[in-house]
């Protein structure tokens, strides 16, 4: 009698577990559990209904040497009083999505890099000429940015010595820089592509919107990027590399440009938002801005606008042009020796609910930051 109860519960079982495999293998149970079996998942449509979920298997993964600034809003514009009377950027409340940014400006060794892969790969297709006139840094501008100055050292060795691979890269036009944002997307899509993963959401460079809220690192209505109001810390130390006082450019370590990752970061961990190079922006210039633009992630594109935004101050620049407010421009067609530029990549996770993250202080970071591997160097 046991026996038989034993071996009629064990039928039932064999039965039931042929039944789901039948259905598993028709793909309805999978559909309805949001599987990718069947007609469901991978189509999206079963038995004439929309079964489609999310896909699976996508993540957006923190760049090398980029942290994450969190969405916010904020008020944009001049910080301290505007001593120019440029009355160009009076202030305004504008809202920012999450973006990732480079934490330090592009070295000379990471730009190298492109240039290098340019005259690898595509001589045949934009020629050498064009390549070595218009993508490769120009190194005469040590000379022709300044009358009557020995720029002789730097023109020789500024971009070509290992002395200076993690030091800015300046002399590269606007053009040149969003080249090589181009190029580093093709790249990066390139080695994902072929290892079966997602596109990127691409390099670029940043809207002047977003590079003020990454400069300002969470302190709403800074005047500099660690704060107010003084450019020195209480030992007198500087926090910048500029011209202070009445010229002693060496006061604050550095004649000339300093380390990408010289000087500490602000709250959002990124380096030199103020001072060393100046940094393009992606914007088109106008007087205007704060008039034409929109109060969500505002960004003036405009092809026809030669004149470019440039933000942060330089080395050679007074305190007032390392405010976190103030603005100014340079053609687009124009290298300098002290304007370079920095990536940002959008993060699309930080648009929507789940993948939100609370105001103030970054909380993503690039494992492998410029700083570490400069250490590891």
């Known amino acids: 009698m046991k026996y038989n109860w034993l071996t009629v519960n064990a039928t039932r079982v064999v039965t039931v577990a042929a039944?789901?495999?039948?259905?598993?293998?028709?793909?309805?149970?999978?559909?309805?559990?949001?599987?990718?079996?069947?007609?469901?998942?991978?189509?999206?449509?079963?038995?004439?209904?929309?079964?489609?979920?999310?896909?699976?298997?996508?993540?957006?993964?923190?760049?090398?040497?980029?942290?994450?600034?969190?969405?916010?809003?904020?008020?944009?514009?001049?910080?301290?009083?505007?001593v120019a009377a440029t009355q160009i950027n009076m202030n305004r409340q504008v809202?920012?999505?999450?973006?990732?940014?480079?934490?330090a400006e592009i070295s000379n060794h990471e730009y190298r890099q492109y240039v290098n892969a340019l005259l690898a790969d595509s001589v045949s297709t934009l020629g050498e000429e064009e390549i070595m006139s218009k993508y490769y840094p120009d190194t005469t501008v040590w000379k022709n940015d300044f009358t009557y100055h020995n720029g002789d050292p730097m023109l020789e060795h500024y971009y070509a010595h290992p002395a200076f691979d993690t030091y800015p890269v300046v002399g590269v036009s606007w053009v040149a820089a969003k080249h090589f944002c181009k190029w580093r997307t093709n790249t990066l899509d390139d080695f994902r592509t072929k290892d079966g993963g997602y596109r990127s959401f691409g390099f670029r460079l940043p809207s002047e919107a977003e590079w003020e809220w990454a400069a300002r690192g969470g302190k709403n209505g800074a005047k500099y990027p660690?704060?107010?109001?003084?450019?020195?810390?209480?030992?007198?130390?500087?926090l910048a590399n500029f011209k202070p006082q009445r010229g002693n450019f060496d006061a604050d370590?550095?004649?000339?440009?300093?380390?990408?990752?010289?000087?500490?970061?602000?709250?959002?961990?990124?380096?030199?938002?103020?001072?060393?190079?100046?940094?393009?922006?992606?914007?088109?210039?106008?007087?205007?801005?704060?008039?034409?633009?929109?109060?969500?992630?505002?960004?003036?594109?405009?092809?026809?606008?030669?004149?470019?935004?440039?933000?942060?101050?330089?080395w050679k620049d007074i305190a007032y042009y390392l405010e976190t407010g103030t603005r100014y421009y340079e053609f687009e067609d124009q290298k300098r020796s002290y304007i370079g530029f920095r990536c940002v990549m959008d993060n699309l996770e930080g648009r929507t609910a789940s993948g939100r993250v609370g105001g103030g202080k970054s909380k993503s970071k690039s494992a492998s930051t410029k700083k570490a591997s400069a250490k590891k160097a």
Do not use: H
């Open 226 to 238: 660690w704060g107010n109001p003084y450019v020195a810390n209480g030992k007198g130390c500087y």
């Open 19 to 82: 039944v789901v495999l039948l259905l598993q293998g028709c793909g309805f149970l999978k559909s309805k559990f949001g599987g990718k079996g069947g007609n469901g998942g991978e189509v999206g449509v079963t038995n004439g209904e929309i079964t489609a979920t999310g896909r699976k298997g996508w993540k957006q993964p923190t760049p090398f040497g980029m942290v994450l600034v969190p969405s916010g809003s904020f008020i944009m514009g001049q910080a301290d009083e505007d």
């Open 253 to 314: 370590g550095y004649p000339y440009t300093a380390p990408a990752t010289a000087y500490n970061p602000n709250d959002y961990g990124l380096y030199n938002m103020a001072g060393n190079v100046a940094e393009w922006c992606r914007d088109a210039y106008a007087d205007n801005t704060n008039a034409i633009v929109w109060d969500m992630n505002p960004d003036n594109q405009n092809a026809d606008e030669p004149r470019k935004v440039v933000r942060g101050g330089s």
């Open 95 to 103: 809202t920012i999505s999450s973006f990732y940014m480079d934490d």
